[in-house]
Nanobody, 122 residues
Framework: QVQLVESGGGSVQAGGSLKLSCGGSGYSYGFGCMGWFRQAPGKEREGVASIDRYGSTRYADSVKGRFTISKEHAKSTLLQMNSLNPEDTAIYYC?????????????????WGQGTQVTVSS
């Protein structure tokens, strides 16, 4: 059974930084695609960033230039978040797929972590 576990969430003031980590288990091979999504109160879940096994990345327009996704190894990913603002406050979820990244939408990812809270105060 595939499991994803996030860590690194917390509270920070506007302009600050946080780094999220996600580790996967229960799958013998490296994931084809790993991504980060977030969901703010009262809003739909939205894609933040993804990275495929070849290192190709994709970002939501709202985080380009501020967030950086990377891979530690075939079954883990990091999300470095800089210049955070209150609009970034949300629960952040790690997601994974065995196939190559197709799009930054929830339906493309069958495996999900439990989420980690990120709160940015003004």
């Amino acid at each position: 059974q595939v499991q994803l576990v996030e860590s690194g969430g917390g509270s920070v003031q506007a302009g600050g930084s946080l780094k999220l980590s996600c580790g996967g288990s229960g799958y013998s091979y490296g994931f084809g695609c790993m991504g980060w999504f977030r969901q703010a109160p009262g809003k739909e879940r939205e894609g933040v960033a993804s990275i495929d096994r070849y290192g190709s990345t994709r970002y939501a327009d709202s985080v380009k230039g501020r967030f950086t996704i990377s891979k530690e190894h075939a079954k883990s990913t990091l999300l470095q978040m800089n210049s955070l603002n209150p609009e970034d406050t949300a629960i952040y979820y790690c997601a994974a797929a065995t196939s190559i990244c197709v799009s930054l939408v929830s339906d493309a990812f069958p495996y999900w972590g439990q989420g980690t809270q990120v709160t940015v105060s003004s």
